[in-house]
């Protein structure tokens, strides 16, 4: 964040503000797909005494053996442990230069017959086809996904056919694509089909204990089955090998759908009859409170300029204040908190004393780690250790609910979630952990930032990405888009949320004005329209989530005292806007 201890805000040092992306090339593709046939279909030549059950003909289905039995081109396959669909392996395969990463397997089939293909696709364009039908070959595809979706298409074999080609591949050019739980079925052609079944749909389903933002499942286990999926909305959550699990990162006071599902090596099976379960009320920490939808704010401990306020001077609308900042010590990783005699205050018993009203009115007050100028620095167990145990001890001080990271020069994944998970032991369930990432941090979940809150996201309270002083970004959609409009924060949002952090963990961090940053300003009214877009699918730009999430957390802003310099007009409009959120 554009936040300087003294004199008027700097502009963020880093490398990469803008990003250049080059316009991708359309694809001519022909014959993807021959229309759909029924997979009920009578088998011509088949007299009815021969009828026998459907199997799956393909083999090695869900790569459980790895490439046995697929053969991938120029060896651009391989069986990996993550994502995977069902089972413990999927199949990841990277197009090169001309390549476009094909893997293929013949299986038997009877001739005069019907089939119906499918499989689950993730990453990059995929295709599924079949050829050497002795009919019309078929194919169908997508332009990619983040999640698993699954492709299907049918064909039906020739009078004299008895083996097809089964494949898949990507696009030139194009990132890798992942396959699991391939499935031809039909009359089995001679070939047979795995030994293994498809595993019988789980029964017993239940929920145990719930807490504000998660809920223990369990289940009947299923004899055949190599692992579980589960799945809260429809939406795939989790992956487990055994007959229980907890689901977290959920939103308080609300409602929600669970079903699971059996797997192995053939396959997954049907998902279980779906219960439903209710989250308890939300807690901050130390008896503080985070309402479903939250603004957040960050208090200056200096003044810059902006109008210099004590705690208790800080709108009502604000449920968490990020004071700011923790100062580094001489010892790596070890946080301490010094209160700038610039802001007023008499003394610290006053300051801690604003502390507690604010607490005892329903509020959040957390202490914020980092900024602009920030250099705590936490790269080993002994840093991780030192930030945990010097965290703590503020918080035991002072009386601070959690803390804020907003390191800006870098972040170890590894051992800030040490850190944190050490701090989380010492403070209880009730601890309020934020974090206010770049942009350029969460364009992918391979950064740094990205990993520590996919790492701590059943202790995270939110992530208030900061949508400014950023220059063009990404999208979720893959198109670029510049910041200061409504696009930028819904589309940029949108990887967030589909990335792995629920809804309750993402809000939109924005300057209060002009005045807060150096470039990025949007006027309350387009953060209102973003929030109405990701929650109700109003209020769009050009950009339209495939979705809404109106469990989406709220809003932040730098800072309190550039709200309060502009008569709080950024809090007059954006909390209540927040505060009635679905």
Not at 470 to 489: A, E, I, N, R, T
Request: with cysteine; net charge neutral.
């Amino acid at each position: 964040m554009d936040r300087v201890r003294q004199g008027r805000p700097g502009f963020r040092r880093r490398l990469g503000a803008v990003i250049a992306v080059g316009a991708a090339s359309a694809l001519a593709v022909t014959a993807l797909a021959a229309p759909a046939q029924s997979a009920d279909a009578t088998r011509a030549g088949t007299a009815a005494a021969d009828v026998q059950a459907d199997v799956n003909v393909a083999k090695n289905a869900g790569f459980e053996s790895d490439l046995s039995n697929w053969t991938c081109a120029a060896n651009s396959g391989a069986a990996v442990t993550s994502p995977v669909h069902g089972g413990t392996k999927a199949l990841k395969a990277t197009p090169s230069g001309q390549n476009h990463a094909e893997c293929s397997q013949l299986v038997k089939v009877k001739p005069n017959s019907t089939y119906k293909l499918s499989s689950w696709v993730q990453g990059g364009y995929a295709y599924l086809g079949a050829r050497g039908t002795g009919t019309t070959d078929v194919s169908t595809w997508t332009p990619g996904t983040s999640s698993w979706q699954q492709l299907s298409t049918s064909f039906t074999t020739g009078a004299n056919t008895t083996s097809v080609t089964v494949y898949t591949h990507g696009w030139y050019g194009q990132s890798a694509y992942h396959v699991d739980d391939v499935n031809v079925f039909g009359p089995d052609g001679g070939g047979g089909t795995d030994p293994v079944e498809i595993p019988a749909v789980p029964s017993g389903l239940a929920a145990g204990t719930t807490t504000s933002t998660s809920v223990d499942l369990s289940w009947s286990p299923v004899s055949t089955a190599t692992g579980y999926t589960v799945y809260r909305d429809g939406t795939k959550v989790a992956s487990v090998s055994g007959a229980s699990t907890t689901v977290t990162g959920l939103t308080p006071e609300t409602t929600y759908s669970f079903q699971v599902s059996a797997s192995n090596a053939a396959g997954e099976s049907a998902k279980s009859t779906a219960i439903t379960a209710r989250t308890g009320k939300g807690g901050g920490g130390d008896g503080g409170t985070v309402p479903k939808h939250a603004v957040t704010g960050y208090w200056q401990n200096f003044n810059n300029g902006a109008t210099v306020q004590k705690l208790r001077d800080v709108s009502s609308e604000y449920d968490i204040i990020a004071v700011s900042f923790a100062d580094a010590t001489t010892t790596p990783g070890q946080i301490t908190f010094n209160l700038d005699p610039a802001v007023g205050y008499s003394s610290t018993a006053d300051f801690k004393a604003d502390i507690a009203a604010k607490k005892a009115a329903g509020k959040s007050v957390i202490l914020s780690v980092g900024g602009e100028k920030g250099t705590i620095s936490v790269n080993s167990d002994a840093s991780a250790a030192a930030f945990a145990n010097s965290a703590y001890a503020l918080m035991q001080e002072y009386g601070f609910n959690g803390v804020d990271i907003d390191l800006e020069n870098g972040l170890n994944p590894t051992y800030m979630t040490k850190a944190l998970r050490q701090l989380a032991a010492k403070a209880g369930p009730k601890m309020v952990l934020t974090m206010a990432p770049q942009t350029i941090d969460m364009q992918s979940t391979s950064g740094g930032y990205f990993q520590t809150a996919l790492n701590v996201k059943d202790i995270l309270t939110v992530v208030n990405m900061q949508y400014y002083n950023s220059g063009s970004m990404l999208g979720c959609d893959g198109k670029v888009y510049s910041q200061g409009s409504v696009d930028f924060l819904t589309a940029l949002a949108c990887i967030q949320l589909e990335g792995g952090l629920d809804a309750s963990q993402v809000g939109i961090g924005v300057p209060a004005s002009p005045r807060g940053a150096g470039s990025g300003y949007v006027s309350p009214a387009t953060v209102n329209n973003a929030l109405d877009c990701l929650t109700r699918g109003t209020g769009c730009g050009s950009f339209k989530p495939s979705k809404t999430y109106p469990g989406l957390r709220g809003a932040m802003t730098w800072s309190t005292n550039w709200d309060a310099t502009a008569g709080n007009a950024w809090s007059n409009a954006v909390g209540p806007k927040v505060h009635s959120l679905p």
